[in-house]
């Protein structure tokens, strides 16, 4: 009896698309080539099958006896692609792409983060300290989306203890060239700031939908939880009440829960920020290819 196994479906859409992009990240240099050595894998094969391990949730040695590829290869080479940029390079890639044929509006955009426990449970580097609200120790994603496709724009992983409201602004810089028809930047009360809200409508002319923190308690002489009307309007300015609008924010709520569901994301037992980094990466890159994929783009 002869058994041949088989690619999951789950993984048929990764086998339409062409990693040569990887490929040309990878290639030796001159000096490289002249000193030789034995003929490594193939990177774009290498890349994909982490791809596979990334959908199924599968450990390196089972992905490595189904690619006929040492674990060890496999765990070199997750590594090489992080320190070396292809999965930051990739990742700007499909955004551009994705903004070209119109999977990014680039109107609404949804900003959020969501906090990652390491599985050591110990402090490591890039997870000093917990915050006092998740009592534990780990790490944050912060990601913004297109709230009205899903596609993720760009991204910031930091330490869990970091305030969200303080990764608002670099997040908006690293998306800023996708962001020329911008009209809403949608968040929760976390990133309840002036500085963010000024920022916004002066840098990409666009509104807030912010909504207002209130205050725990009522201070002397205040009629309401936001203080008097005149700071009512002062904090109120550049920002959008409209529940149509603002109800588009769970766009990135759903991105997250598809991440952790689908690929996983946190349910790795994972330990360091560079490993956390590398899970971040391929998830997103799985579900942005995911998203080409329904969309019937490929490359």
């Known amino acids: ?62 992905i490595g006896s189904m690619a006929s590829i040492s674990h060890s290869t496999l765990v070199r080479a997750n590594h090489t692609f992080l320190v070396k940029g292809v999965y930051q390079k990739l990742f700007v890639q499909l955004v551009k792409l994705a903004y070209k044929k119109g999977l990014i509006k680039g109107e609404k955009v949804a900003i959020d983060s969501s906090f990652v426990q390491t599985f050591s449970k110990k402090q490591e580097v890039g997870s000093e300290g917990y915050n006092g609200h998740k009592k534990a120790i ?68 666009a509104k807030a939908g912010i909504p207002m923190r209130k205050k725990n308690k009522l201070a002397k002489g205040k009629k309401n939880r936001y203080g008097n009307l005149l700071n009512w309007r002062l904090k109120a300015t550049g920002r959008t009440f409209k529940k149509s609008i603002l109800h588009k924010r769970v766009e990135v709520e759903r991105c997250f829960s598809h991440l952790k569901r689908v690929y996983h994301l946190g349910k790795e037992e994972m330990r360091g920020i560079l490993n956390f980094a590398k899970n971040a990466y391929q998830s997103l890159i799985c579900l942005m290819l995911r998203k080409f994929y329904l969309a019937n783009i490929t490359f």
């Not at 001159?30 to 099958?49: A, H, N, Q, S």
């Open 138 to 205: 780990g790490f944050k994603l912060h990601l913004l989306i297109d709230a009205e496709t899903g596609f993720p724009i760009a991204l910031i992983i930091g330490n869990g203890i970091a305030h969200d409201g303080t990764m608002a602004v670099p997040l908006m810089k690293k998306a800023r060239p996708w962001l020329r028809k911008v009209g809403y930047v949608l968040a929760d009360k976390g990133y309840d700031d002036t500085d963010i809200v000024s920022w916004i409508a002066k840098e990409l002319k």
């Open 1 to 62: 009896m002869s058994i041949e196994p088989k690619i999951p479906e789950k993984v048929h859409y990764l086998e339409g698309f062409s990693f040569s992009f990887v490929r040309t990240l990878n290639e030796k240099t001159v000096t490289e080539k002249f000193i030789g050595g034995r003929p490594g894998y193939d990177r774009e094969l290498l890349f994909f099958w982490l791809l596979v391990k990334k959908v199924t949730n599968w450990d390196y040695r089972t």
